[in-house]
T-cell receptor
Framework: GQNIDQPTEMTATEGAIVQINCTYQTSGFNGLFWYQQHAGEAPTFLSYNVLDGLEEKGRFSSFLSRSKGYSYLLLKELQMKDSASYLCAVMDSNYQLIWGAGTKLIIKP | GAVVSQHPSWVICKSGTSVKIECRSLDFQATTMFWYRQFPKQSLMLMATSNEGSKATYEQGVEKDKFLINHASLTLSTLTVTSAHPEDSSFYIC????????????FGPGTRLTVL
């Protein structure tokens, strides 16, 4: 079966760095997405990785290792507004998104 | 960037009535639209995938006669929840992709449905 695993909840301090991990087992791979979702709102796109390595976009970076079925989202200089759920999703061989359950990130002052 | 709208943003209805939710891609033509449901503190659950002019493909466990999907044009898809019951209360989110740019899905703002 297809499976996406990520931690349920993480807590970090404002100004710090946090890494959210995601491991996956899917039938085929056409890329991995990270989305941010604030409570009561729809997800918003953060990043896309299809090749191994690190993609940096401002305070957010995403890493992918296809051989290990592993990705992480790195958030630097945390701000209170970064408190949200972070969803890892993998596009399988049918170009369908398989979603993780999301990681709730709590930022403390 | 690509914009997807949903209407209404929230709706309250009585048990047994039907509710229609519209999903529109405002500045691009969506080859495929997706309908998701999300219960509190849970991840997105794909309900169905629809392509313009053809019947929707429903995920296992989703009743196609209860959740009617119509993808009438490249910019509009509708989801009708028929004979709604309290257990249908959820956050319904649509997304659309244009078939380019690694098939990124652009999400609508979601519709909060409460069935009394």
């Amino acid at each position: 079966g297809q499976n996406i695993d990520q931690p349920t909840e993480m807590t970090a301090t404002e100004g710090a760095i946090v890494q959210i991990n995601c491991t996956y087992q899917t039938s085929g791979f056409n890329g991995l997405f990270w989305y941010q979702q604030h409570a009561g709102e729809a997800p918003t796109f953060l990043s896309y990785n299809v090749l191994d390595g690190l993609e940096e976009k401002g305070r957010f970076s995403s890493f992918l290792s296809r051989s290990k079925g592993y990705s992480y989202l790195l958030l630097k200089e945390l701000q209170m507004k970064d408190s949200a759920s972070y969803l890892c999703a993998v596009m399988d061989s049918n170009y369908q998104l398989i979603w993780g359950a999301g990681t709730k990130l709590i930022i403390k002052p | 960037g690509a914009v997807v709208s949903q209407h209404p943003s929230w709706v309250i209805c009585k048990s047994g009535t039907s509710v229609k939710i519209e999903c529109r891609s405002l500045d691009f033509q969506a080859t495929t639209m997706f309908w998701y449901r999300q219960f509190p503190k849970q991840s997105l659950m794909l309900m169905a995938t629809s392509n313009e002019g053809s019947k929707a493909t429903y995920e296992q466990g989703v009743e196609k006669d209860k959740f009617l999907i119509n993808h009438a044009s490249l910019t509009l898809s509708t989801l009708t929840v028929t004979s709604a019951h309290p257990e249908d209360s959820s956050f319904y989110i649509c997304s659309a992709n244009s078939g380019v740019d690694y098939n990124e899905q652009f999400f609508g703002p979601g519709t909060r449905l409460t069935v009394l």
